[in-house]
Every structure is written in C-alpha cells, then in structure tokens.
C-alpha cells in the first residue's frame, strides 16, 4: 500500500490567496483526519470525517478554513483568503476508524508571505 | 477536558544510555494509548500501542512503554538509547467515544554519539 499521500508537499503563497491541500487515506480506511504542526501550538487536530461525513471541525480556527471528503479516496483543506499564520505543516492521517491507529502522510509543508 | 502531559520537553543524551519520556493523560476510564516518533522533516510514525491486555508494550526499535492505570501514565523507555532515536516523540490518547487522538505537546529527543 503507498500509505497515506498529500499533495503538494510544499506551498508557498502570498497573503490573501488560496490555498488547496490535498489528502488521499489508505484504501480501506473510513476514518479521515486534517492536523496543523507548529513550533508554538504543536499538533493540532483540524477536522475529522468518518464514512465521508465530518464528524468534528471544533478545531477548524475561524471561517477562512474549509474541509471536504466528497468521496472516500479524496479529501481537501482549503484556506482562503491565505494569512502569515497559517504557515505550519499540514498532515493529513487515516485510521479504520473507532480508536484504531492513524497512519499520517508526509505533510504539507505550507508558507505564506 | 482531557489533556495529555509530557513533562520533557528537550533531552538531551549520549549512545548507550537509557530513556525514559514521562507521559500523563488525564481520562479516567477505557482509553487507548499511542506513542508517535516523528524524525527530522518526516511525518510521524507509530512507534507502539497500548489497546488492553499486558500493560508492558513493546514497539519498534527497541522501545517498550509501560501503562499504569493507578498513575495515569503510559511512560515511553529503551534501555540503550542510538543516535539515529534523534527525533521528536508524542504521547497520544483517544478521546472518549470519538476517534480523536489527543497528542500531548512532543518531547525532542537529541542522542550524541
């Protein structure tokens, strides 16, 4: 299996534009999750979804951030309009769901000036 | 709320010693335990898991965590610590009735030859 796979790996964007983060989970796995790491706030959880449906966006930070599963093999993290302090790195991780383990992607590295 | 400690937050060892990273979490009842290792610019990696039985667990590489219901605590350890352990490690809890993971803020890990 190729694992977890988030595209692209590295974004760099200027303040104001629109930023798409792209997550495909393992085949076979119904659990979805959106995670922010930053030096000062550490690993954040974002959103989940489980069958597709998010289930909790409690840790969404305000309406510029946006989450979709339209389908069980794609999922998308958009933040528009971009600002400075979204820069972080952005994993995406799948689970078989009900308190199964995660397996995280490789990140996206995300920059915004 | 629940909430997961990790009270070292930098260490720094030579080869051979021996680790131990604290770790608290404070959910009284069922949960299930995770230790992460994230190694420079990589994403993060099941290091081992506790779900129920034998409260001794034993992960990749070496390292074994031990819970103890009565403490709150799921303590990481390895014996003989090798440079190429240099890397940040996260305690992980599930949330009760979610399959949320709360991470506890990472301690980073640095092993001198």
Not at chain 1, 29 to 54: A, D, K
Request: net charge neutral.
């Amino acid at each position: 299996d190729a694992g977890v796979i988030q595209s692209p790996r590295h974004e760099v964007t200027e303040m104001g534009q629109e930023v798409t983060l792209r997550c495909k989970p393992i085949s076979g796995h119904n659990s979805l999750f959106w995670y922010r790491q930053t030096m000062m706030r550490g690993l954040e959880l974002l959103i989940y979804f489980n069958n597709n449906v998010p289930i909790d966006d409690s840790g969404m930070p305000e309406d510029r951030f946006s989450a979709k599963m339209p389908n069980a093999s794609f999922s998308t993290l958009k933040i528009q309009p971009s600002e400075p302090r979204d820069s972080a790195v952005y994993f995406c991780a799948s689970s078989t769901g009900q308190k199964e383990t995660q397996y995280f992607g490789p990140g996206t590295r995300l920059l915004v000036l | 709320a629940q909430s997961v400690s990790q009270h070292n937050h930098h260490v720094i060892l030579s080869e051979a010693a021996s680790l131990e990273l604290g770790c608290n979490y404070s959910y009284g009842g069922t949960v299930n335990l995770f230790w992460y290792v994230q190694y420079p610019g990589q994403h993060l990696q099941l290091l081992l898991k506790y779900f129920s039985g034998d409260p001794l667990v034993k992960g990749i590489k070496g390292f074994e965590a031990e819970f103890i219901k009565s403490k709150f605590s799921f303590n990481l350890r390895k014996p003989s610590v090798q440079w190429s352990d240099t890397a940040e490690y996260f305690c992980a809890v599930n949330a009760p009735n979610t399959d949320k993971l709360i991470f506890g803020t990472g301690t980073r890990l640095q092993v001198f030859p």
